[in-house]
């Protein structure tokens, strides 16, 4: 990896290796799959290779930012500096929308314009390279009752021009399997990774598998998440992953 330019790394060192470190300026990139299967610290480490570079990057979360910053800092590969000088911001997504007066159950299509407004605003005031939207489930309920693809492919227009680089995680198992139909996946989404949980009795196994990753001529494999303090590490998964 020492003739890839970090800049385009993802931040875990097997991914990049498999992905041939090609992550393109402005890319928005999706990871779905039940919660608690290790997008989020696979994400992290995302975040993590930003501030490494001294670039801002900005956490939107449905999680206390206190709880998370406790969790983002008990991985090794994390620099105290990080957050306390600035170079990692966390916002809370029910945060925001207070900020702006937003109600779920009447809200309208000014609620949603003030509410993307805010988003990009954020990010500029920021001059953030990186963002993770994780999970975005508490950004689709507000959407229900308007167009997600419009909004997603609004929201993607405005971070390539400000050349943000995106990634969206999403907790399936919900109503809003939508977000999976593939072609709203293919309309917006550069890069797709599917993560899932296998049952080997006695052994629970994460595991992601990359399903689409533009500009990198990556193979459709299954490899097994490992993490721990030291940070995320992928193994290939030897047996076929059989989806039924």
């Known amino acids: 990896?020492?003739?890839?330019?970090?800049?385009?790394?993802?931040?875990?060192?097997q991914l990049d290796n498999i992905t041939l470190g090609r992550l393109l300026p402005g890319t928005m990139g999706l990871f779905y799959g039940p919660a608690g299967c290790g997008k989020s610290s696979m994400l992290y480490h995302f975040l993590f290779q930003g501030a490494s570079l001294t670039n801002d990057v900005c956490l939107i979360s449905n999680e206390p930012p206190g709880r998370l910053s406790s969790h983002i800092s008990s991985f090794k590969t994390h620099q105290p500096n990080w957050l306390k000088d600035g170079y990692i911001s966390i916002?809370?997504?029910?945060d925001l929308m207070g900020l702006i007066g937003l109600d779920l159950e009447s809200s309208g299509p000014d609620d949603v314009d003030l509410f993307f407004s805010l988003l990009v605003q954020i990010?500029?005031?920021?001059?953030?390279?990186?963002?993770?939207?994780?999970p975005v489930n508490p950004i689709l309920d507000l959407l229900e009752k308007w167009n997600k693809l419009f909004f997603m492919q609004k929201l993607k227009g405005k971070l390539m021009e400000m050349g943000v680089s995106t990634f969206i995680a999403l907790d399936t198992g919900s109503s809003l399997e939508e977000m999976k139909v593939p072609t709203m996946q293919h309309q917006i989404f550069d890069i797709i990774v599917g993560f899932r949980k296998e049952?080997?009795?006695?052994?629970?196994m994460n595991t992601l598998t990359i399903e689409r990753w533009k500009g990198s001529p990556h193979a459709r494999n299954t490899y097994v998440i490992d993490?721990?303090?030291e940070g995320v590490f992928l193994v290939p998964r030897i047996k076929p992953l059989e989806v039924k």
């Open 1 to 13: 990896m020492d003739e890839v330019n970090r800049d385009s790394c993802f931040g875990v060192e």
């Open 227 to 229: 993490i721990s303090k």
């Open 91 to 94: 916002f809370n997504i029910q």
């Open 123 to 134: 990010i500029k005031h920021l001059d953030a390279k990186r963002l993770v939207i994780d």
């Open 199 to 204: 049952r080997e009795p006695p052994v629970i």
